[in-house]
Nanobody, 126 residues
Framework: QLQASGGGLVQAGDSLRLSCAASGRTISTSHMGWFRQAPGKEREFVASISWIGRSTYYSDSVKGRFTISRDNAQNMMYLQMNSLKPEDTAVYYC?????????????????????WGQGTLVTVSS
């Protein structure tokens, strides 16, 4: 199970750092990702990182503002979010890649990820 934490209420332009902790499993050999779901909307891809951390991918809406990273020794993953905007308001989830296709932007659908846990709410006020 994965647990996201670090969310909160911030103002536009502020920063937050989300953490993803794994319990009962190791994530060091898994590609990982962050997703978010705003009220009334579908869950959407935010960012992903290869198992060794060499490759990272971002949605166009967060590119240049968010940075995904991981610490395999600590079994943790992070999402540094800068220059937050009201449209970033959502529940953020971390997940492990379970797809069978090559880990690439073509395979970053929610269905390609698993071990979803409880998300963390990020609220950005204008």
């Amino acid at each position: 199970q994965l647990q996201a934490s670090g969310g909160g209420l911030v103002q536009a332009g502020d920063s937050l750092r989300l953490s993803c902790a794994a319990s009962g499993r190791t994530i060091s050999t898994s590609h990982m990702g962050w997703f978010r779901q705003a009220p009334g909307k579908e869950r959407e891809f935010v960012a992903s990182i290869s198992w060794i951390g060499r490759s990272t991918y971002y949605s166009d809406s967060v590119k240049g503002r968010f940075t995904i990273s991981r610490d395999n020794a600590q079994n943790m993953m992070y999402l540094q979010m800068n220059s937050l905007k009201p449209e970033d308001t959502a529940v953020y989830y971390c997940a492990a890649y379970v797809g069978t296709a090559l880990f690439s932007p073509n395979s970053f659908r929610p269905a390609d990820f698993g071990s979803w846990g409880q998300g963390t709410l990020v609220t950005v006020s204008s």
